[in-house]
């Protein structure tokens, strides 16, 4: 079975703090994703990553930046974490290639005070 | 940019009833997914489909390649079917190749009562 974890379920964290979101995955994907999921807004894309050292931004990226040095482990960082980045945070692993289902951690849910 | 529509947003049912929810699609796709996420829980893959229909228990997955429209059928509807269901089509780019990126529709929230 592939497994997809997350370093924390919840976290809380105060305006201006760094913050690190550690993802690892255990059967070899190519690709990595780190999406937050509002209510109303969906599964929104943050950052993907389709091999070591490499990323792409997504659909929001500002505020955040990613880092990517081992296969199996992808981290989201806020490097100033705001109000507004209180969110469910979820990372997602697949092969490389256009149909291939996507694996989910169970989530973060991330609190800004 | 694929564009991905979900209805209905919120669905209450009584449990045993058939259940229909829809996903339409607007950039020919290679393949569709269904996914399934229960309150506080992670994301789990129902079906990812290109063609015809899929079933898994009481859960069916059907596709129209041509009318790029999507539903997921539940029969026989049961408490422990209330989650947010979410549909999935892989993201296009002006390169034609997403790399596996998947779009998101907004989901639907159903809720079985007993």
């Known amino acids: 079975d592939v497994k997809v974890t997350q370093s924390s379920r919840y976290l809380v964290k105060r305006t201006g703090e760094k913050v690190f979101l550690e993802c690892v995955q255990d059967?070899?994907?190519?690709?990595m994703f780190w999406y937050r999921q509002d209510p109303g807004l969906g599964l929104r894309l943050i950052y993907f990553?389709?091999?070591?050292?490499?990323?792409e931004k997504g659909d929001i990226p500002e505020g955040y930046s990613v880092s990517r040095e081992k296969k199996e482990r992808f981290s989201l960082i806020l490097e100033s974490a705001s109000t507004n980045q209180t969110s469910m945070y979820l990372c997602?692993?697949?092969?490389?290639?256009?149909?291939?289902?996507?694996?989910f951690g169970p989530g973060t849910r991330l609190t800004v005070t | 940019k694929n564009e991905v529509e979900q209805s209905p947003q919120n669905l209450t049912a009584q449990e045993g009833e058939f259940i229909t929810i829809n996903c339409s699609y607007s950039?020919?796709?290679?393949?569709l997914h269904w996914l399934q996420q229960h309150p506080g829980g992670g994301i789990v893959s129902l079906f990812m489909?290109?063609?015809g229909k899929k079933k898994h228990g009481r859960l069916i997955a059907t596709i129209n390649i041509q009318e790029k429209h999507s539903s997921l059928h539940i029969t026989a509807s049961h408490p422990r079917d209330s989650a947010v269901y979410i549909c999935a089509v892989p993201t296009s780019n002006a390169g034609g190749t997403s790399y596996g990126k998947l779009t998101f529709g907004q989901g639907t929230i159903l809720t079985v009562h007993p």
């Open positions: 950039v020919g796709i290679s393949a």
């Open positions: 059967m070899d994907h190519e690709n």
């Open positions: 997602a692993s697949s092969r490389w290639g256009i149909a291939y289902e996507q694996y």
């Open positions: 990553s389709y091999d070591v050292k490499m990323k």
């Open positions: 489909l290109s063609s």
